[in-house]
């Protein structure tokens, strides 16, 4: 149950208490007018549906990229079982890829966590085809240099996905509209169930529409973060490491 709240922060608080107080302003001041939502509708659902939709094609894509990176690795790891190395040294090569996707689950955990050790570690494995390349043959090494592209291609793109996110402007415009939409909302409501009528509807009706817009946009902020398992649809990242857990 306590995932199904994770939609709840708060920003949900703040537009509840906007949601309370605006109405309840309205009817002291006596504030009722009948205008075309339209246009309001158009300046909050049509930023937050483009963000939203955004959103989940960054974390559809980050799948592509980490199923690729993964099946990448692992055929490394086959070819590298299969060479003439000694057996220390293939424990010690599947000890470096190990380490790949270590670094790279500890770089997407967390936001601003330093991308150098990743960077490290995908070094470490060319140091050691180097190291090693009198028991790894020529045929070999340029198979495995061609699926190492697949682990760096798929490495990258996952590196800009969870730097660069959706325009920060387009949803810092949307929230703002979501704060100020009680203010213009609440008085048409009003007006359209009558001043004298059950004032404790209009609380519902502009509550319940400033959470379904709140909860809508903390759904997106999450989706945006596919990689931090803080959301209900993030990606489980311990399904594509080297060793599945």
């Not at 099946?71 to 220390?88: E, H, I, P």
Request: proline content about 4%; charged content about 20%.
């Amino acid at each position: 149950m306590s995932r199904y709240l994770s939609i709840i922060n708060p920003k949900t608080f703040i537009t509840l208490a906007i949601s309370l107080a605006v109405p309840y302003l309205a009817y002291q001041l006596q504030i009722v007018y009948n205008i075309d939502l339209t246009l309001i509708s158009i300046a909050i659902i049509f930023p937050l549906v483009f963000t939203i939709r955004g959103a989940f094609r960054r974390r559809e894509k980050a799948m592509e990229h980490l199923s690729r990176y993964r099946a990448g690795l692992k055929t490394v790891q086959y070819f590298f079982g299969n060479s003439k190395l000694s057996d220390d040294k293939k424990k010690e090569a599947d000890s470096l890829l190990e380490n790949i996707s270590v670094q790279l689950v500890t770089y997407l955990n967390v936001v601003g966590n330093p991308i150098k050790p990743l960077d490290a570690s995908v070094d470490a494995i060319l140091t050691f085809i180097e190291e090693n390349k009198e028991e790894i043959s020529g045929g070999t090494r340029q198979k495995i240099f061609r699926f190492l592209r697949d682990v760096h291609d798929g490495i990258e793109n996952l590196v800009a996905i969870h730097t660069h996110r959706t325009p920060i402007s387009l949803k810092a415009y949307c929230l703002i509209f979501i704060y100020i939409f009680p203010i213009i909302y609440t008085p048409t409501i009003i007006n359209k169930i009558g001043y004298d009528g059950t004032h404790w509807l209009t609380y519902f009706v502009v509550a319940l529409s400033e959470f379904i817009l709140i909860s809508l946009y903390n759904i997106q902020d999450q989706m945006e973060y596919p990689f931090d398992s803080d959301g209900l649809d993030d990606v489980d990242l311990s399904k594509y490491g080297l060793e599945r857990e």
